[in-house]
């Protein structure tokens, strides 16, 4: 059981490791939302800036006295987009390289951004006026800057956008002593402008970290999604995904009572010696669809192909009161199916399956670096072993005294075929044909 316990350790921090690395890849491609965003925001400013030239240059030399100062502005934004889409790159860069960024990057390029409408503003005070200035859109671009930092996905480098944003503006108010037309200060004004910019920071900080664990929680659900999948393979129904979701599953060794099965077609080797590999491949896809298919409907699942063949399961990872009736039920209707196939085919396909129902322990073995869900144990060799006395019997379906017991009146078509020596055992044992 060491080993499990180990293996156990180790499963969970290769989940961990690889929740935290989608994790960090979709907090990269919001900042990358974020980052477009902003150069979208600049190269609009811009245009607008532009049209108001081109449409009304009175504004302009109200505004900026002569373009001069709009030139200013126009360098100041074209830097700022330059600056914008070498972060971009730098995310990008860290995202195919599964890489975060450096916190400390984070913060000063968050400075650096909230800066830009202080220094548009400080030019257009020196252009237009403390008050006028003050008073005009400018201010409120900060906003912009405090709501697409909610795509950053964290908590506190919302908050600093908010407190740099408002600690600038109070700055600058205060440092150029902006006063009202009436000659009175206006610091209560920016005072409490600087707290709601302020205050919308950590809001849309908390707007981030919100979204960031709706993001952790949908990461950890497809995580273990896969581990699941990884686990049991592509042929577990979406039925029993659902279960081992909900119910989970242990990694370490479990004993349990399953009903084990193991099919494996007759004469394929034959048959595939004067057909193509692509008529092979395509013949034996198709059967294992059929019996997969009906597999997931008896609540089974396929542990292991082996060549043309499986291991089947009944009763893990699941546990089932019915296993081996399942098993039977399920093995009963693949004769079926198969026939019906071989009516419709060119190249006719027999099955044989053995089933034995008893105990195995259940679990995780493998390397630290690859692992499957297997079963270990006599009741699976014993099946095993079972399958492959149909070529002696001319049979196709045999089953123990073990499952011929669970089965109680539903096995009433059962033939005895008696003690039957069976490879690697002493002692004889009891065999049954179901048709």
């Keep these: 059981?060491?080993?499990?316990?180990?293996?156990?350790?180790?499963?969970?921090?290769?989940?961990?490791?690889?929740?935290?690395?989608?994790?960090?890849?979709?907090?990269?491609?919001?900042?990358?939302?974020?980052?477009?965003?902003?150069?979208?925001?600049?190269?609009?400013?811009?245009?607008?800036?532009?049209?108001?030239?081109?449409?009304?240059?009175?504004?302009?030399?109200?505004?900026?006295?002569?373009?001069?100062?709009?030139?200013?502005?126009y360098a100041i934004l074209a830097s700022f987009i330059l600056f914008e889409v070498w972060v971009h790159s730098q995310i990008r860069r860290n995202l195919k390289l599964d890489r975060d960024?450096?916190?400390?990057?984070?913060?000063?390029?968050?400075?650096?951004?909230?800066?830009?409408?202080?220094?548009?503003?400080?030019?257009?005070?020196r252009s237009m006026g403390?008050?006028?200035?003050?008073?005009?859109?400018?201010?409120?671009?900060?906003?912009?800057?405090?709501?697409?930092?909610?795509?950053?996905?964290?908590?506190?480098?919302?908050?600093?956008?908010?407190?740099?944003?408002?600690?600038?503006?109070l700055v600058v108010a205060l440092y150029y002593n902006s006063v009202s037309d009436a000659g009175e200060p206006l610091i209560y004004f920016h005072a409490v402008r600087s707290t709601i910019i302020l205050i919308c920071g950590v809001l849309a900080g908390?707007?981030?970290?919100?979204?960031?664990?709706?993001?952790?929680?949908?990461?950890?659900?497809a995580t273990a999604r896969d581990r699941v999948t990884n686990?049991?393979?592509?042929?577990?129904?979406?039925?029993?995904?659902?279960?081992?979701?909900?119910?989970?599953t242990s990694a370490a060794g479990d004993l349990r009572r399953v009903a084990v099965m193991f099919v494996d077609f007759r004469g394929f080797t034959a048959g595939a010696q004067s057909r193509t590999p692509q008529e092979v491949v395509d013949r034996l896809d198709g059967a294992f669809a059929v019996l997969?298919?009906?597999l997931d409907r008896q609540g089974g699942i396929v542990n292991?192909?082996?060549?043309?063949?499986?291991?089947?399961?009944?009763?893990?990872?699941?546990?089932?009161?019915?296993?081996?009736?399942?098993?039977?039920?399920?093995?009963?209707?693949?004769?079926?199916?198969?026939?019906?196939?071989?009516a419709q085919t060119s190249w006719p396909l027999r099955i044989?399956?053995?089933?034995?129902?008893?105990?195995v322990v259940a679990g995780n073995i493998g390397s630290p670096r690859r692992k499957e869900y297997t079963v270990i144990g006599d009741t699976v060799n014993f099946a095993s072993r079972l399958e492959a006395l149909n070529k002696e019997f001319g049979s196709q379906f045999l089953i123990s005294a073990s499952v011929r017991e669970a089965l109680g009146d539903d096995g009433g078509d059962a033939v005895a075929l008696g003690e039957v020596t069976v490879r690697g055992y002493e002692q004889p044992m009891a065999v049954f044909q179901l048709g």
């Design 206 to 221: 908390s707007v981030g970290a919100q979204l960031r664990r709706q993001f952790a929680a949908s990461i950890a659900a």
């Design 292 to 294: 997969v298919d009906i």
């Design 231 to 248: 686990l049991f393979g592509q042929h577990v129904s979406p039925q029993v995904v659902e279960r081992l979701m909900a119910e989970g």
């Design 352 to 359: 044989g399956i053995g089933i034995h129902f008893g105990e």
């Design 130 to 169: 403390a008050s006028q200035a003050l008073g005009f859109v400018l201010p409120m671009v900060y906003f912009i800057f405090v709501i697409l930092s909610t795509l950053r996905l964290d908590f506190w480098l919302s908050t600093f956008t908010g407190l740099v944003a408002a600690t600038e503006l």
């Design 1 to 73: 059981m060491v080993g499990f316990a180990s293996g156990k350790t180790g499963g969970r921090a290769v989940l961990s490791e690889e929740f935290e690395r989608e994790l960090t890849r979709e907090v990269l491609r919001t900042e990358l939302l974020r980052v477009r965003a902003l150069i979208t925001t600049g190269c609009v400013i811009i245009l607008f800036l532009t049209a108001t030239y081109l449409i009304d240059p009175t504004i302009v030399n109200r505004v900026w006295h002569g373009t001069e100062g709009l030139v200013r502005e």
């Design 304 to 342: 292991k192909f082996l060549g043309d063949g499986f291991l089947a399961l009944f009763g893990a990872p699941l546990e089932a009161s019915d296993a081996a009736h399942r098993a039977v039920a399920a093995g009963r209707e693949m004769l079926t199916a198969m026939d019906r196939i071989n």
């Design 101 to 125: 960024l450096p916190v400390i990057r984070r913060y000063i390029g968050a400075l650096i951004e909230t800066s830009l409408p202080t220094i548009i503003l400080i030019l257009q005070i």
